[in-house]
């Protein structure tokens, strides 16, 4: 069992910066891929951002070069570093855990989720 809380979300205006966190507790957390998706109001749950158990990341194409995904295993932590944030970025964002290392940006793939942190960007 890994159990996950998001901090950081807020109101910021295009092009400002937001860190996202999530602390993770219970299970082995370093053995764990984690992952942040997100949904904006009337669209599904999407992929943003991944990382393996040993560093590895993955993007989806909206976000590449925008955000950074980083992994503190000692700290039980994950953050999602966003920059250039745009008016489509609003949505309420999830981080998510998993065993193994493929699939990242695939929401089925994930077992334990957080209850989510609300990011709004105004224009």
């Known amino acids: 069992q890994v159990q996950l809380v998001e901090s950081g979300g807020g109101s910021v205006q295009a092009g400002g910066s937001l860190i996202l966190s999530c602390a993770a507790s219970?299970?082995?957390?370093?053995?764990?891929?984690m992952g942040w998706f997100r949904q904006g109001p009337g669209k599904e749950r999407e992929g943003v951002a991944g990382i393996t158990y040993d560093g590895r990341t993955s993007y989806s194409d909206s976000v590449m070069g925008r955000f950074t995904i980083s992994k503190d295993n000692a700290k039980n932590t994950v953050s999602l570093r966003m920059n250039s944030l745009k008016p489509e970025d609003t949505a309420m964002y999830f981080c998510?855990?998993?065993?193994?290392?493929?699939?990242?940006?695939?929401?089925?793939?994930?077992?334990?989720w957080g209850q989510g942190t609300q990011v709004t960007v105004s224009s």
């Open positions: 219970g299970d082995t957390y370093s053995r764990y891929s």
């Open positions: 998510a855990a998993k065993r193994g290392v493929k699939l990242l940006l695939t929401l089925d793939q994930y077992k334990y």
